[in-house]
């Protein structure tokens, strides 16, 4: 126990620190817990599937001849910050001071890039900067899996194993047709690649070539970092018109009767339809007249928007309205907690 929670404090502190600490750790628990005969048997099965899918015998076996079960990465599986933190404690070590600064530098230092990204795809420069940050400390975070390895187990693990197994094959297709070379396609312990952490369905799907030297190059290139992440979000319903939501005040006992769906609403986003738990969706103004207020307790912005009410931590007295593009962010990680980040650091790097 005090080993699990001495890594926890490293990760909740610098998510860098957090990824190399359980690599060196990885050689020597890598297959602790795991059953290695029947890991392979499962192999043999994902070789037979990838070769009726097109995948060369040349890429097989250079991605899977050395594909090993990871324990860790199961491990953390099973403990993901988003699910174990309160609001305030995650919030606050997404928005480290070192992750403000170093945010603001990096939309100094990348500001031509970032314009053209929102010019090209309609998503504000400061929204692409802060999935960046978040997701791999603006590019610096070493990513030591083999994305093989972190995928490989996730798919023969029984808890996602359908859903990683399509990711296999799609780790398997990058490399086929040359997306990618083997020593480059390192990612978390996830399985996740490259400086936007990018799955590898995501990857066939939304990477982008932006700087032309006909690579999608998600490793090494910012343009494509930026272009890639910006369009996953447009592809996701993100209005280049709309920011994420705000950080509001309740009223008095509000976070109990405000929230709930037993009032009559508005349909919520397309893109929010999938996230329920948001509950009842209302105007901007219909949330003024029941007394919600920006933090500094001025009125809401009186522009009509589609809202939702995402209370944190109970009896802090304050919640966050939210708007479709709230959801677009949601689709990058499905936890509110992580998107609130997102957000947050948004507003705060814009400046
Ligand atoms: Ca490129």
New binding site residues.
């Given amino acids: 126990m005090a080993f699990g929670r001495r890594v926890g404090s490293i990760c909740g502190l610098a998510l860098g620190a957090c990824l190399g600490l359980s690599a060196s750790f990885t050689a020597h628990a890598e297959t602790n817990g795991f059953d290695t005969a029947g890991f392979e048997t499962w192999l043999q099965g994902v070789r037979t599937e990838a070769r009726s899918r097109g995948i060369s015998d040349k890429t097989i076996k250079l991605a899977l001849s050395n594909v090993k079960p990871v324990h860790i990465v199961v491990k953390r599986d099973r403990n993901q910050p988003e699910l174990k933190q309160t609001y305030a404690r995650y919030l606050k070590s997404r928005l480290s001071d070192w992750r403000r600064k170093k945010g603001a530098e990096m939309m100094a230092s990348h500001s031509d890039e970032l314009k053209t990204i929102q010019k090209d795809y309609g998503v504000q420069g400061q929204v692409v900067a802060a999935i960046w940050g978040i997701e791999t400390n603006y590019g610096t975070v070493p990513l030591s899996y083999s994305v093989f390895d972190a995928v490989a187990t996730l798919a023969y693990d029984k808890r996602r194993g359908p859903r990683f197994r399509r990711e296999l094959f799609a780790a398997l297709e990058i490399l086929d047709k040359g997306y990618a070379p083997y020593d480059e396609m390192k990612g978390s312990w996830a399985g996740a690649m490259g400086q936007p952490q990018f799955m590898p369905e995501n990857y066939l799907k939304y990477a982008v ?5 006909g ?3 998600i490793w090494a ?1 910012s343009e ?1 970092v930026f272009a890639s992440i910006a369009n996953f979000l447009k592809s996701n319903g993100y209005r280049s018109d709309e920011i994420w939501g705000r950080k509001v005040k309740l009223p008095k006992g509000g976070e109990q009767t405000l929230q709930g769906t037993q009032a009559a609403g508005l349909t919520p986003p397309a893109v929010c339809a999938r996230y329920k738990s948001l509950g009842i969706w209302r105007n901007l103004q219909d949330w003024q007249a029941l007394g919600v207020r920006r933090t500094n307790g001025a009125d809401l912005p009186t522009r009509s928007i589609p809202a939702a009410l995402v209370v944190g931590d109970e009896g802090d007295g304050e919640g966050y309205l939210v708007y479709g593009n709230f959801c677009s962010i949601m689709r990058y990680n499905p936890s509110f907690k992580y998107a609130l980040a997102v957000g947050m650091l948004s507003d705060i790097i814009k400046d």
Wanted: net charge negative.
């Fill in positions: 070539d932006q700087d032309g030297d690579k999608r190059d290139s494509d």
